[in-house]
Nanobody, 124 residues
Framework: VQLQASGGGLVQPGGSLRLSCTPS????????IAWFRRAPGKEREGVSC????????YTADSVKGRFTYSRDNAQNTAYLQMNNLQPDDTAVYYC??????????????????WGQGTQVTVSS
């Protein structure tokens, strides 16, 4: 059982990337999916989340209007579309999910499965 985060890379300021989060060994179904990031020297930050069971969600103020969460159950993949990227967005991005769909929602103490992280670097 694994989560695979991919799609990171090097992009210039103002550019875009789309991150993907794909599980192996299980389907996303109605599981909550969250995106986090950790920038060098900073604490981990919650970026975006959506929980289908209880409808809870959040988007960090620092990325509102630029980042969009989506999921395609047919492709068994969640996405984070990142537009107008800025140097402050440079970080390792992780996706996380729960062991089974639940009503814990996005505001919880922990997540059961984590992707390995994908590096996003925004630099000219």
């Amino acid at each position: 059982v694994q989560l695979q985060a991919s799609g990171g890379g090097l992009v210039q300021p103002g550019g875009s990337l789309r991150l993907s989060c794909t599980p192996s060994g299980f389907t996303l179904d109605y599981r909550a999916i969250a995106w986090f990031r950790r920038a060098p020297g900073k604490e981990r930050e919650g970026v975006s989340c959506f929980s289908p069971v209880d409808g809870s969600s959040y988007t960090a103020d620092s990325v509102k209007g630029r980042f969009t969460y989506s999921r395609d159950n047919a492709q068994n993949t969640a996405y984070l579309q990142m537009n107008n990227l800025q140097p402050d967005d440079t970080a390792v991005y992780y996706c996380a999910t729960e062991k089974r769909p639940s009503s814990y929602g996005c505001y919880r103490n922990g997540w059961d499965f984590w992707g390995q992280g994908t590096q996003v670097t925004v630099s000219s």
